[in-house]
């Protein structure tokens, strides 16, 4: 294995993450929203009437998505806090 490419411009390996990348893209983030959607739609029908091993794990599972989704605002967050400083030439 070579060494990690250490260079510091954009196009350097290490700053290329596409998955991420797309999470700031609004037409793929809004397929993944509404994937998201019908998951926690179906895992909240799961909470309210399952068993309580079912309830569980579908609280536990809820709690992940909402921590998913507080990460995707983050993450967009930044991704339109960067194109903003390209804008202005930073």
Known sequence: MGQPNTKSDDNAI???FPA???LGDPRHCEAVMTRIDATCRALETI????TPAE???AQFALAAYARTLQLIEEIQAKAAETATDAGRGR
């Open 47 to 50: 909470r309210t009437g399952g």
């Open 20 to 22: 991420m990348e797309k």
């Open 55 to 57: 309830r569980d794990r």
């Open 14 to 16: 290490w700053r290329q």
